[in-house]
């Protein structure tokens, strides 16, 4: 394997894996070194803000004596790594549009498979380092040579992470030759990344609430997970026969994954970048016929087909569903509910539905990146006889009516676990709706703005503009005004008792805006010269 052509293209992939971020950095003069170093710079800010956050959480468990918790976090952060890596993994070795035009060069077919593999590695790293930190703990509270068992927890580390990885990999490739993935390959996607994250989120919750306990000096342990328990051997016990035992078997699966990886996963990459395999369907799948339909029909149906990706259903669900679960989860917990708040409060549940649909509704929604998810159909589709704006008109309904019953749905489920009062369901409901209108309105602007049609992974969607960086300050000024204008309302609502005076003004402003909004958006982008 030659080091200088894996290492070239690991840094190509690096350049393409976020075009946005790369670009951006250009425009700061960033060039050859510099922009890979500045790109590498930012994978190992995130990765040391993983690793210190939850090392604080973890801190507190003395592991050595408690094997279950040190199991459950193995598996928590191995939920996390397997779902990013299903996702980076299609993406960048079966999805992406580059793997062919390397055929044709003179690179062998382990030099391009190890340059994407570290690339894939480099994105998954945030979520492993934290089992780092967990057997660096580990380690150092054993009761015999903290140092020795340091070092080897090192290297079990890196076990950890190539197994997660090609284990990944492997399900990967076994799943793109199966019929029934090929015919329902976003369904299958989707729950691979979407059951993980429900679990992974389910354990933080869980450890949460096991807080209490660590403060009290109490800690029950959990039941250890057989499976990760060599680990705990390997670190604890590392010259004892069970310890020594668990290093030859995690060893030995290394190295099995690592044959298999070889042996099965690149040839299948490249037949299937090469297309030298195609899935067999079924005679009856093909021979479907297909009803006439109208044209708008004809369009949403085309429109439901670009939302289908998988890691544009797991962000959508991100967004939307989970940190409004943790908060629901949390107040439950505590036993808090809205029995006894009053319908007379119905302004103020409209006004928090508006802040939640700006809470949820950003970058990564529906409606940023209707336009671009066009891709290469986006120039054909514009020379097709039809009037463009009414088809982009089609494409806007599509993506509100989609974020509308996404935020409705989680608002419906909040509101009547919460036991909240019917009219206050109806409100906040109402103030979602609207505030999902609004803010897809500026969002599908924005993705006609920042147009881009030869992404090669939905991902690369999400950070345009203002990234990452811009999409926290939102957050932190969503909840900072919001919360600032729910309290001014409830306090003056508590205070008067006014109820309609301020029912009538909260419509009135809201109508302002809306009109307002209506008005810029058909004047900057809805007219017939600006889209023909």
């Known amino acids: 394997m030659n080091k200088t052509q894996v290492w070239e293209l690991f840094k190509i992939n690096l350049l393409y894996a976020n075009p946005q971020t790369t670009m951006q950095l250009r425009k700061k003069n960033r060039q050859d070194k510099s922009l890979t170093r500045s790109l590498l710079s930012q994978y190992v800010l995130i990765a040391v803000m993983f690793a210190f956050m939850y090392g604080l959480i973890m801190m507190s468990v003395d592991y050595p004596n408690y094997p279950g918790f040190f199991t459950f976090y193995c598996l928590m952060f191995g939920l996390m790594s397997f779902s990013q890596s299903i996702s980076i993994l299609f993406n960048v070795f079966y999805d992406s549009k580059d793997l062919k035009d390397y055929l044709p060069l003179p690179y062998t077919q382990a030099s391009v498979f190890m340059g994407k593999f570290l690339t894939v590695a480099l994105t998954v790293a945030p979520f492993q380092l934290p089992v780092f930190v967990l057997f660096g703990f580990t380690a150092f509270r054993s009761s015999a040579a903290p140092i020795i068992n340091f070092v080897i927890a090192i290297v079990l580390g890196l076990a950890f992470f190539f197994i997660i990885l090609g284990f990944s990999a492997l399900l990967v490739s076994v799943l793109v030759q199966s019929k029934w993935f090929n015919r329902h390959k976003s369904v299958f996607t989707t729950l691979l990344m979407v059951i993980p994250t429900i679990g992974m989120v389910a354990g ?3 450890v949460n609430s096991q807080q209490t306990y660590v403060y009290e000096g109490v800690l029950p342990d959990q039941t250890p997970l057989p499976p990760f328990l060599p680990f705990h051997m390997a670190i604890v016990h590392p010259f004892s026969l069970g310890g020594i035992l668990s290093i030859i078997g995690i060893v030995g699966v290394t190295g099995l994954i690592f044959v298999l990886a070889i042996k099965f996963v690149v040839p299948r990459m490249y037949n299937y970048a090469s297309g030298e395999y195609t899935p067999v369907l ?25 939302i289908k990706n998988p890691t544009l259903m797991l962000q959508a669900f991100s967004s939307i569903a989970l940190i409004p679960l943790i908060m629901l989860i949390n107040m439950m917990t505590s036993g808090f509910n809205l029995v006894g708040i009053s319908a007379d409060f119905w302004p103020i549940a409209f006004v928090i539905g508006v802040f939640y649909s700006a809470f949820t509704i950003n970058t990564t929604s529906i409606g940023s990146m209707m336009i671009s998810l066009d891709g290469d159909n986006f120039e054909f589709i514009r020379s097709l006889p039809m009037n463009f704006s009414d088809y982009l008109k089609v494409k806007f309904r599509f993506a509100v009516i989609v974020q509308m019953i996404l935020t409705g749905l989680m608002v419906l489920i909040i509101s009547l676990v919460m036991q909240a009062n019917p009219l206050l369901i109806i409100g906040v409901l109402l103030g979602d709706f609207l505030g999902t209108y609004l803010l897809s309105c500026y969002y599908f602007y924005r ?46 609502l508590v205070l008067t008792g006014q109820t309609l005076l301020i029912t009538l003004i909260t419509l009135v402003i809201f109508a302002i805006i809306t009109f307002a909004v209506n008005r810029h958006y058909q004047k900057v982008f809805w007219s017939q010269d600006l889209l023909n």
């Open 282 to 306: 079924s005679e009856k799948a093909s021979k479907k016929k297909i009803a006439y339909r109208s044209l708008n029909r004809q369009l949403m149906t085309y429109n439901l087909s670009l």
């Open 447 to 492: 993705d006609y703005r920042l147009l881009t049609t030869n992404w090669t992974s939905v991902s690369q969607l999400f950070n345009r503009g203002a990234g990452t960086w811009g999409m926290v300050f939102i957050y932190f000024g969503v909840l900072i005004i919001g919360g600032l204008v729910t309290a001014a309302l409830g306090f003056w």
């Open 204 to 206: 933080i919750l869980y």
